[in-house]
């Protein structure tokens, strides 16, 4: 990777729209996307049919607690990029510019020609398991079909966009389960990476934020924003010879219904909850009913059962009570049997203090902090040639990232109680509905199997459904309500111990004998040499074996 370049002053320029355009169009890819497209260019396959595959390895692991489970998020987004990203004249005179360390071009002129003529994704179909499902990793997420080359650019934004939606979905829907029916906000804008800020928000809806902070993004998904004020706000009044009392007064004067003052500027205890409560007894004598109040900083648990007894003291039991300040899953259910124990000591009914209270989640939410990354993938998995599909596979010293081949259905069944039990992954062509019994094979491990008789599966769904098609408008996609529903009635069928926040159950996901017995032929012919004891089928490095979820 040299230095400097013909290229070099292009992203010194000072941005503006026609730049962003060159960001964020069809050039929003990693450069050795383009480079292999140009090599398949040069040996004449870059229309030659091809299937990848996107999923991901291994659920989200926080450190001191870990997601058995993900929430698939990003589908629309990325649909929408692929339906207007289209290469330009100028994209195509910016790439002329990047040299080769000869000093001539790295891109030749029929390859930016052909480009010039096929750079869009229009010849591509796609299927996805449907956003807001609960997803398991191996499972392909997003098929992709279609001319080689455009196929391979496509990969690093869909992995972008995909990989990132997904990542805090699951943060979100694993806050909303310890929250319970407590309101749940998103308040991570500001501590987000960038214009990442959007798709976090959005994301965080779909997984189980009631509401977002952020303005733009909510307005455009149909949802109202959320939030209080700052911490500014009673300093800019103080620092002009007022008090926090008197910035309380002024901000219910100019919001009397929506009021939620901020209380750990001064004093929680003995400055901002009796300096709220004075102001709330002057909006209740307007005929004002006060939201409630925000804490921010100091021990939240402690401090939230001491607000609510003020409160109710002064005769606002319904009043909320916000948390914000570095929460996340972990925190919100530690801060949940403090206050019912705390709640329960000072004569409380711990139930109720439960319920008033909402959780603003920021920056833990917004970079899923502890697992900043999905580990997401996009893999070739078959090409088409002399009218025939032939499954690709990438052998690998580690099992668990040799891939499935070749083209696949994915199937949920649900045991007798009508719980999810299982993910099975099979050849394209098979139907495993008639299989009795039903044969699950460990991805990795040979030895590791199970049989499960037909009458013991109440039912099984087939995950992936059509969203793209070449000519064709792509198929509608819901609006984040029905998302969130579809969020809902998977994890209502996903065991508890799966959900639960330390140490979850494996799910498992497993291969029909059919797809066991196709990998095991693609990895032996493409390691011939190999010893039966060092290939993939024989190592023991494995998530788990088989078995009810």
Same mark, same amino acid.
């Given at each position: 990777?040299?230095?400097?370049?013909?290229?070099?002053?292009?992203?010194?320029?000072?941005?503006?729209?026609?730049?962003?355009?060159?960001?964020?169009?069809?050039?929003?890819?990693?450069?050795?996307?383009?480079?292999?497209?140009?090599?398949?260019?040069?040996?004449?396959?870059?229309?030659?049919?091809?299937?990848?595959?996107?999923?991901?390895?291994?659920?989200?692991?926080?450190?001191?607690?870990?997601?058995?489970?993900?929430?698939?998020?990003?589908?629309?987004?990325?649909?929408?990029?692929?339906?207007?990203?289209?290469?330009?004249?100028?994209?195509?005179?910016?790439?002329?510019?990047?040299?080769?360390?000869?000093?001539?071009?790295?891109?030749?002129?029929?390859?930016?020609?052909?480009?010039?003529?096929?750079?869009?994704?229009?010849?591509?179909?796609?299927?996805?398991?449907?956003?807001?499902?609960?997803?398991?990793?191996?499972?392909?997420?997003?098929?992709?079909?279609?001319?080689?080359?455009?196929?391979?650019?496509?990969?690093?934004?869909?992995?972008?966009?995909?990989?990132?939606?997904?990542?805090?979905?699951?943060?979100?829907?694993?806050?909303?389960?310890?929250?319970?029916?407590?309101?749940?906000?998103?308040?991570?804008?500001?501590?987000?990476?960038?214009?990442?800020?959007?798709?976090?928000?959005?994301?965080?809806?779909?997984?189980?934020?009631?509401?977002?902070?952020?303005?733009?993004?909510?307005?455009?998904?149909?949802?109202?924003?959320?939030?209080?004020?700052?911490?500014?706000?009673?300093?800019?009044?103080?620092?002009?010879?007022?008090?926090?009392?008197?910035?309380?007064?002024?901000?219910?004067?100019?919001?009397?219904?929506?009021?939620?003052?901020?209380?750990?500027?001064?004093?929680?205890?003995?400055?901002?909850?009796?300096?709220?409560?004075?102001?709330?007894?002057?909006?209740?004598?307007?005929?004002?009913?006060?939201?409630?109040?925000?804490?921010?900083?100091?021990?939240?648990?402690?401090?939230?059962?001491?607000?609510?007894?003020?409160?109710?003291?002064?005769?606002?039991?319904?009043?909320?009570?916000?948390?914000?300040?570095?929460?996340?899953?972990?925190?919100?259910?530690?801060?949940?049997?403090?206050?019912?124990?705390?709640?329960?000591?000072?004569?409380?009914?711990?139930?109720?203090?439960?319920?008033?209270?909402?959780?603003?989640?920021?920056?833990?939410?917004?970079?899923?902090?502890?697992?900043?990354?999905?580990?997401?993938?996009?893999?070739?998995?078959?090409?088409?040639?002399?009218?025939?599909?032939? %499954?690709? $596979? +990438?052998?690998?010293? #580690? &099992?668990?990232?040799?891939?499935?081949?070749?083209?696949?259905?994915? *199937? =949920? !069944?649900?045991?007798?109680?009508?719980?999810?039990?299982?993910?099975?992954?099979?050849?394209?062509?098979?139907?495993?509905?008639?299989?009795?019994?039903?044969?699950?094979?460990?991805?990795?491990?040979?030895?590791?199997?199970?049989?499960?008789?037909?009458?013991?599966?109440?039912?099984?769904?087939?995950?992936?459904?059509?969203?793209?098609?070449?000519?064709?408008?792509?198929?509608?996609?819901?609006?984040?309500?029905?998302?969130?529903?579809?969020?809902?009635?998977?994890?209502?069928?996903?065991? %508890?111990? $799966? +959900?639960?926040?330390? #140490? &979850?159950?494996?799910?498992?996901?497993?291969?029909?004998?059919?797809? *066991? =017995? !196709?990998?095991?032929?693609?990895?032996?012919?493409?390691?011939?040499?190999?010893?039966?004891?060092?290939?993939?089928?024989?190592?023991?490095?494995?998530?788990?074996?088989?078995?009810?979820?």
């Amino acid at each position: 990777m040299g230095r400097g370049g013909r290229g070099a002053g292009i992203m010194g320029a000072r941005m503006n729209e026609p730049d962003r355009e060159l960001c964020e169009g069809f050039l929003f890819t990693d450069q050795y996307e383009l480079t292999m497209a140009q090599l398949y260019f040069r040996a004449g396959i870059q229309d030659t049919p091809a299937q990848f595959d996107h999923f991901f390895r291994n659920n989200p692991d926080y450190g001191s607690h870990q997601a058995g489970y993900c929430i698939n998020a990003g589908l629309e987004w990325l649909v929408r990029w692929m339906q207007s990203a289209r290469i330009r004249p100028e994209d195509v005179e910016h790439l002329r510019t990047i040299p080769n360390r000869s000093g001539g071009s790295l891109f030749a002129d029929d390859f930016l020609d052909w480009l010039r003529e096929n750079g869009h994704f229009g010849a591509l179909r796609m299927e996805a398991v449907p956003e807001g499902r609960v997803v398991h990793p191996d499972v392909p997420l997003t098929v992709v079909r279609g001319p080689l080359a455009a196929a391979q650019i496509l990969e690093s934004a869909l992995l972008n966009r995909l990989n990132y939606q997904t990542l805090i979905a699951t943060k979100a829907s694993r806050i909303r389960h310890v929250a319970g029916e407590s309101l749940f906000v998103d308040f991570g804008m500001r501590r987000a990476q960038d214009l990442g800020a959007n798709a976090a928000a959005r994301a965080a809806l779909i997984g189980g934020a009631d509401f977002s902070s952020n303005t733009g993004v909510s307005l455009a998904l149909g949802y109202p924003p959320k939030g209080t004020h700052a911490h500014s706000m009673v300093q800019a009044f103080m620092a002009l010879g007022g008090d926090e009392r008197e910035a309380f007064r002024r901000y219910a004067e100019v919001y009397p219904d929506d009021c939620i003052l901020l209380v750990d500027t001064v004093d929680t205890l003995e400055s901002g909850i009796p300096n709220a409560i004075k102001v709330f007894e002057e909006l209740r004598r307007g005929g004002h009913t006060p939201v409630g109040v925000r804490l921010d900083s100091g021990d939240l648990a402690y401090l939230a059962v001491q607000a609510a007894r003020q409160l109710d003291a002064a005769g606002f039991p319904d009043c909320k009570i916000v948390l914000s300040n570095q929460l996340d899953e972990r925190v919100i259910q530690q801060v949940v049997g403090q206050v019912r124990e705390e709640a329960g000591r000072a004569g409380l009914d711990a139930d109720a203090v439960v319920q008033r209270l909402t959780y603003g989640v920021g920056t833990h939410l917004v970079t899923s902090s502890g697992a900043p990354a999905l580990d997401g993938v996009y893999k070739l998995v078959g090409l088409k040639r002399d009218g025939e599909w032939h %499954p690709a $596979v +990438k052998v690998s010293e #580690n &099992p668990a990232k040799v891939p499935n081949p070749g083209g696949k259905s994915v *199937w =949920r !069944l649900y045991d007798r109680r009508g719980m999810a039990t299982a993910d099975l992954l099979c050849r394209l062509a098979e139907d495993p509905r008639g299989d009795d019994p039903l044969v699950l094979r460990h991805p990795v491990v040979e030895t590791a199997q199970r049989s499960i008789a037909r009458d013991d599966v109440s039912d099984m769904e087939s995950l992936l459904a059509p969203v793209l098609e070449p000519g064709r408008e792509p198929v509608a996609l819901p609006d984040i309500d029905e998302l969130r529903r579809r969020r809902d009635r998977d994890l209502e069928r996903l065991d %508890p111990g $799966v +959900k639960r926040i330390v #140490n &979850p159950h494996v799910y498992h996901v497993s291969l029909s004998q059919r797809l *066991w =017995r !196709l990998k095991q032929e693609l990895i032996a012919r493409a390691t011939p040499a190999r010893s039966e004891s060092s290939s993939p089928a024989a190592a023991p490095r494995a998530r788990g074996t088989p078995g009810r979820a």
